[in-house]
């Protein structure tokens, strides 16, 4: 398992030598409302997706389990935007 583990950082580092550090934009205001922005704003911004209603529930439970793990309650007023 470490030699796989090996080759796959070895393989990354040989193909991906050109990419830059730039983030999507999207995927930056992805990360920013999961951990910063209320659920309802979260909704709003996810809806653009049009994901299914059970993959929404699940990323807010992950969610709200993080807020909860990093000792921080769902709704506390430092949080919510």
Not at 18 to 27: E, G, M, R, T, W
Not at 50 to 79: R, T
Request: glycine share 2%; charged share 15%; net charge neutral.
């Amino acid at each position: 398992m470490r030699l796989s583990v090996c080759l796959l950082m070895v393989s990354l580092a040989l193909c991906s030598y050109q990419a830059n550090a730039l983030v999507c934009p999207a995927l930056a205001s992805e990360i920013t409302a999961f951990f910063f922005l209320s659920d309802n704003v979260e909704k709003l911004i996810v809806a653009k997706f049009n994901p299914p209603p059970e993959a929404l529930a699940a990323k807010l439970e992950v969610k709200h389990c993080l807020l909860v793990w990093w000792g921080k309650a769902a709704f506390s007023p430092e949080w919510v935007l």
